[in-house]
């Protein structure tokens, strides 16, 4: 101090006086050299005032080393490189400091033993060496000199122990680095208790990779509480509380980052306490848990998803993998426990818990099954499983899957419920509700499983809406249960549905009836009166349809189409029964390809009649020819299409036919006449003729206009069309007849017509299958006889039609039929061949109005 206050006099009288005097009779040597000691004395005092103020910080040096410290996060070697050449650089401009910055020197590399690898700490104190000995040249002072020669010395006698002692320490320190990171960890301390806030003063493993950018406000405890999440604000009073009672602490909170995500950290610290009870260190570790309450949290929900999911959950461990009994309860959840009547299984063996399981009689030895793919076998699933629980046999689905350890997953789902609920939802998805038959749902299954040749008849009631506009739902409904009552009556094997509405679907299986005697069977079933539970007593008719099963991919919902087409035939017919035919199906894709081609036909001329002889069985002469629609297409050759007529009527071209058929027939016929052959020919007509007022002007104006002989031109008009009884039908044949034009009624007996409505139409012959004459007379002479004896008292020749064989053809002949016609006297002709079949059977004359 006296020295201060020397050099500050001296200074002041050297200012006075150079206040005063010019600046050259000033000593300037001395008056810099004052200069100088009066800097380094002003430089020494701030610095200790830059110390004194920077204590808190816990860094000895100067504040551009705290600088660098808190904007690099490290100290680099040239830090203290920097430190050592200025603490040099001081000594040189003030010598008398020498000694003073060797010892500040001696410390920096104290410090740096201890803190830095040894290569660095021998470059630091080389250059230290270094720097002192020019700064000790630098200031011209011998008495310095002294002291800078045992300078290396002393720094070789600090340095090496320090150092020595600091790898050791280093060593230690890597490994418990090393052990932190490892594990995620960063354990830390603090010694300054209870000065607050709290320092941390040491630290292992990567504190940055668990606080992130936080690392300062953690160290020195500034801050923090403003970056904890708001809701674990907590955290930072249950750690303050904790360490001044001196009471060990876990804590988790949540800590904002850059990115403003917050992740969670667990804190776990051991505070240390003196004899008087004051905590005095804090030792603890941090790691960072965001993945593991994540985690956490998943488990949790997966857990409350496990537990409340309706099917039973059980993990078993197979104890020992050479005893399939070993096989132990260690998890189930509610649904579990539930079904097994909560009855205690964690802890036990499955063999204790329900031996039942292990036989493998009963229950196929599910336990022997479990154990096997515990022990690394294929895990299975078993649908239906009859398994004893809660003291009763289920049914139930078991699913077995492994996991690891000799351990496996058991699914068990209870079917029973289900399994009713099905049964119940199968009886009425399949079950008709009104009569308790099969629906048409059930009888498509049944379809589908039937074997070929199975037959399959679908009837429709007839005029049951009649019923129900006249007597109401009600009593149509008990007509619909009555029928149901009747057909359920079928012989065993025979399975009838009701297919909705007044339709009903009836399958048998192969063999059991043909198609003919099955729907005569329902015929016989539904003759009988019904009488309903209101009283009222109805007759049924039906109309059924019929087709079989021909191939085992046939879908059931084309067998039920083709029987809805025999259906609509039988009614359109009024035959009561109909067989599905290919051929008759208008709604099949070759019959629609052909009825868009009949208008086209027509104008081509493609359609040819071919001719089939008819035989007066009373001389075997060869009195008519029907003529054969016949259909010469360009890619399909010549179609005998035996349903055209139908396909025409279908098409709304019947009318267009008639004229077609009847100019080509008159064409032939002149032709014939002017060779001199007089041959009647008969054309089929569609059952609108007769109700078509204009086409019937038409056909006798075509007639007339030929110049023919009398009744050379015929008509046959199938009796089901022609509605018998009808003052139209009536009329139209009278005027037809009384224009020369023969008039025979096709296919007598397939319509409804009594006997009785004969007389009506102006016809003069009645053919009739003999497949249904055969049905009438059985063999019997005599009822053919009398039928024909009825048809010669209305004036009307009979002549069966369909005779194949020369047996049947000689019967008819014996018993009174008047004429035939078949394969068995004549096949069908073209116009080509026909001379040659004149030539050889001769025609009656047709003159005089004499009809034949």
Not at 465 to 475: E, Q
Request: net charge negative; aromatic share 6%.
């Amino acid at each position: 101090m006296g020295r201060l206050l020397g050099v500050i006099r001296e200074l002041r009288r050297l200012l006075s006086s150079a206040a005063v005097m010019p600046m050259a009779g000033v000593d300037r040597r001395r008056y810099f050299r004052l200069a100088g000691q009066l800097r380094m004395i002003v430089i020494a005092v701030l610095g200790t005032v830059v110390i004194w103020l920077l204590r808190d910080r816990s860094l000895p040096f100067l504040s551009v080393t705290w600088l660098t410290l808190k904007a690099r996060g490290v100290l680099a070697p040239h830090v203290w490189l920097r430190d050592l050449i200025g603490v040099a650089f001081f000594a040189a401009i003030a010598p008398p400091y020498l000694v003073p910055a060797m010892m500040c020197s001696l410390m920096i590399l104290a410090f740096c033993s201890y803190t830095m690898e040894r290569n660095s700490t021998n470059v630091l104190a080389v250059s230290s060496i270094i720097a002192i000995s020019v700064a000790a040249l630098a200031s011209g002072d011998e008495v310095a000199r002294l002291p800078v020669a045992f300078y290396p010395l002393a720094v070789i006698g600090i340095v090496l122990p320090i150092s020595l002692a600091s790898a050791t320490l280093h060593r230690w320190h890597a490994t418990t680095n090393g052990i932190a990171d490892a594990l995620g960890l960063c354990l830390w301390e603090i010694d300054d208790l209870p000065i607050k806030p709290y320092t941390v003063t040491t630290v292992y493993g990567n504190l940055a990779k668990v606080f992130g950018p936080n690392v300062i406000p953690v160290l020195t405890n500034t801050h923090w509480e403003e970056l904890l999440h708001p809701d674990d604000a907590a955290a930072s009073a249950t750690i303050d509380e904790s360490i001044d009672a001196g009471k060990d602490y876990r804590v988790r909170y949540r800590q904002r980052q850059a990115d403003g995500t917050y992740p969670w950290i667990e804190e776990v610290g051991h505070v240390e306490v003196n004899n008087a009870g004051i905590p005095v260190r804090v030792s603890g570790f941090t790691h960072d848990i965001d993945s593991t309450v994540e985690t956490g949290e998943q488990l949790s929900r997966l857990d409350n998803i496990v537990e409340s999911l309706p099917v039973a959950i059980s993990i078993m461990h197979l104890v020992d993998p050479a005893d399939p009994t070993s096989l132990t309860v260690l998890y189930e959840n509610e649904a579990s426990a539930r079904i097994n009547a909560n009855v205690a299984r964690i802890g036990r063996r499955l063999i204790d818990i329900d031996p039942r399981l292990f036989e493998t009689e009963r229950h196929r030895g599910l336990g022997f099954m479990m154990a096997a793919v515990a022990a690394g076998g294929e895990p299975f699933s078993v649908p239906d499983a009859n398994l004893p629980v809660a003291g009763q046999v289920r049914l139930h689905s078991l699913r077995v899957s492994p996991l690891p350890g000799n351990r496996i997953a058991v699914i068990v789902e209870d079917l029973h419920e289900l399994h009713t609920a099905r049964r119940e939802l199968e009886r009425t998805a399949f079950v008709d509700p009104l009569t308790e038959l099969p629906n048409r749902a059930r009888i498509r299954k049944m379809l589908v499983d039937a074997p070929v040749g199975s037959v399959l008849a679908v009837l429709d009631l007839d005029r049951f809406t009649d019923i129900i506009d006249s007597f109401g739902h009600s009593c149509g409904d008990q007509m619909i249960v009555e029928v149901a009552r009747v057909l359920a009556e079928a012989p065993d094997g025979v399975s009838v549905a009701r297919l909705g509405g007044d339709e009903f679907g009836i399958l048998a299986p192969p063999g059991l009836a043909t198609h003919a005697e099955l729907g005569r069977q329902v015929e016989a079933a539904l003759r009988r009166p019904f009488t309903l539970p209101n009283g009222l007593t109805l007759q049924a008719s039906a109309s059924i349809g019929i087709t079989s099963k021909n191939r085992a991919d046939t879908p059931p919902d084309e067998l039920l189409r083709q029987a809805d087409v025999a259906v609509n035939r039988a009614k359109r017919l009024h035959s009561g029964i109909e067989i599905y035919s290919p051929a008759s199906d208008s709604s099949a894709p070759h019959r629609m390809m052909l009825m868009g081609e009949i208008r086209r036909a027509i104008g081509d001329r493609e359609l040819e009649l071919h001719f089939q002889p008819m035989i007066e069985c009373s001389t075997g002469r060869t009195v008519r020819f029907e003529a054969m629609l016949r259909w010469r297409h360009p890619s399909l050759g010549l179609l005998q299409t035996g349903d055209l007529i139908e396909m025409m009527e279908l098409s709304n071209l019947n009318s267009d036919l008639v004229r077609y058929c009847l100019d080509v027939a008159i064409d032939q016929c002149t032709t014939w006449h002017a060779d001199g052959h007089v041959v009647p020919i008969s054309i089929n007509v569609g059952g609108g003729t007769v109700h078509d007022a204009e086409l019937v002007d038409s056909i006798i104006g075509k007639v007339e206009d030929a110049g023919l002989p009398p009744f050379t031109i015929g008509l046959e008009l199938a009796e089901r069309h022609l509605m018998l009884g009808s003052g139209i039908s009536g009329e139209s044949t009278r005027r037809l007849a009384d224009a020369g034009i023969w008039i025979a009624i096709d296919q007598f007996g397939t319509g409804t017509s009594p006997m009785s409505a004969v007389p009506h139409i102006a016809a003069h012959a009645l053919k009739i299958d003999w497949a249904f004459a055969n049905d009438l007379c059985r063999g019997d002479g005599q009822v053919l006889q009398a039928i024909a004896a009825i048809f010669h008292k209305l004036g009307l020749m009979m002549c069966v039609i369909g005779v194949d064989d020369q047996a049947t053809a000689a019967w008819l002949i014996d018993n009174g039929a008047d004429r035939i016609q078949g394969t068995a006297v004549g096949e069908p002709v073209a116009p080509a061949d026909l001379p040659r079949l004149l030539a050889q059977a001769t025609v009656r004359e047709v003159a005089n109005g004499a009809v034949s």
